[in-house]
Every structure is written in C-alpha cells, then in structure tokens.
C-alpha cells in the first residue's frame, strides 16, 4: 500500500526560506497534498499539486514534484513566525479515496 | 455550514466509560471521513461514509469503535468502555465526492484517565 514519508523536525529563522519534504511510494495519485496544521487546530489545506504537473506557485509557496523520484516538496518563501506548524504531506492510495499521510514535520520559525 | 464542525473540541472520560464525538460536515459533501490522530503519529483512517453507500469501516481498530451518519448528513463516532490508548485527537473530514479534496474540522481532543 501507499506509505508517505517526512522528516520530523525543521528550523529555520524568520525571513529565510523553509523546504519540507515528503517521499511517497504510489506513483498513481491523482493529486497531492499539502496540509498545515496549527497547535491545538485542525488541518487546514494549503495546496494542492495535480500528478501532470512539475511545479505550482501560490503567493509565498511553491510546491515541486518529482514523479521520477516520488518526491513532493514544500517551498515557503520569506517564513514568518505565524507560520510555524505542523506540515503534512497526504497522497490518496491507488484506485482510493483514503489520504495516506505522512507524520507530518513541525516547522519552528525562530525570530 | 461554511466549514466541517465538531464537537466537543475537548472531552476527558474515565476508563470504561462510552463516548460519542460529533462531526457536521460542510453543507452538501456527499463524503465523510474520521481519522485519528495520536500523539505524535500521523493520521490513521478510521472509517469513511459516502452517500447511501454502505460505508467503509476498514480502518476502525476494534468493535468498540461505531460511526453512524445520519440522513447523509451529520455523523457521530461513538467509542464504548474506553479505554487509555483511545487518547487522541479525532479528525472529521468532508469532500463533494469521493476522490475530491478532503475538508478538515479542528478535531475533538480524547482524554481517557
């Protein structure tokens, strides 16, 4: 079955610019998925890419896909404190409507 | 509504005891998901509702845990004789339809003394 793999932990300082990861092994998923979740909340969508694309620009982020290597990352531009969180990647399984997330990596923003 | 409700946000229950957690989703998605979030972990699929369909159950852990979703609306996740490991935060999700984009509500948080 699908399985999705992220790092744990990123930290970087306010102003730079944050790169999450993920490594998904289902290389049929229609769509792939960026949620953010803030401590004590729930998962809000922050992206989408379709699996046809390579790269998809929104605002501050940018998400890169590489079909070859089954890897999906998550670019956020000019990382403000309000953005530390919770990132999880999620890929529906083959022929599904189950998401399989990834662990998720908490992103600290240090001021 | 605007977005997926739940309720309670918080619930703390004795071992032993039953729980039933409530999940609105967004006004006409067809699609209803509940996942688990332990502490931690990522998120575990629990069950899922579409439409008249019988729903799929595949990823409930034990006969303790039932879901229910009434008139294809409102579903309710009931828990009997919890039990400690129950701790966690539930996650209620809808979308139009199956295979479209997943709308989460901000979880009820499980705590089993």
């Known amino acids: 079955g699908e399985d999705v793999e992220q790092s744990l932990f990123l930290s970087v300082r306010e102003g730079d610019s944050s790169v999450i990861n993920c490594t998904y092994t289902d290389s049929s998923s229609t769509y792939l998925y960026w949620y953010k979740q803030e401590p004590g909340a729930g998962l809000q969508l922050l992206t989408y890419i379709f699996s046809n694309m390579d790269m998809k620009q929104d605002q501050r982020l940018t998400v890169l896909l590489n079909k070859k290597d089954k890897h999906l990352s998550l670019r956020i531009a000019d990382t403000q404190t309000g953005d530390s969180a919770i990132y999880f990647c999620a890929a529906p399984g083959a022929g599904t409507y189950k998401y399989i997330f990834g662990t998720g990596t908490r992103l600290k923003v240090l001021a | 509504g605007a977005g997926v409700s739940q309720s309670p946000s918080n619930k703390v229950t004795e071992k032993g005891k039953d729980v039933e957690l409530r999940c609105d989703p967004i006004s006409g998605h067809t699609a209803l998901y509940w996942y688990r979030q332990s502490l931690g972990q990522g998120l575990e699929f629990l069950i899922y509702f579409q439409g008249n369909s019988a729903p799929d159950k595949s990823g409930l852990p034990s006969d303790r845990f039932s879901a229910e979703r009434t008139g294809g609306s409102v579903s309710t996740l009931t828990i009997q004789r919890t039990q400690q490991e129950d701790s966690a935060v539930y996650l209620c999700?809808?979308?139009?339809?199956?295979?479209?984009?997943?709308?989460f509500g901000p979880g009820t948080r499980l705590l089993v003394l």
């Open positions: 999700a809808s979308s139009k339809g199956q295979g479209e984009t997943q709308y």
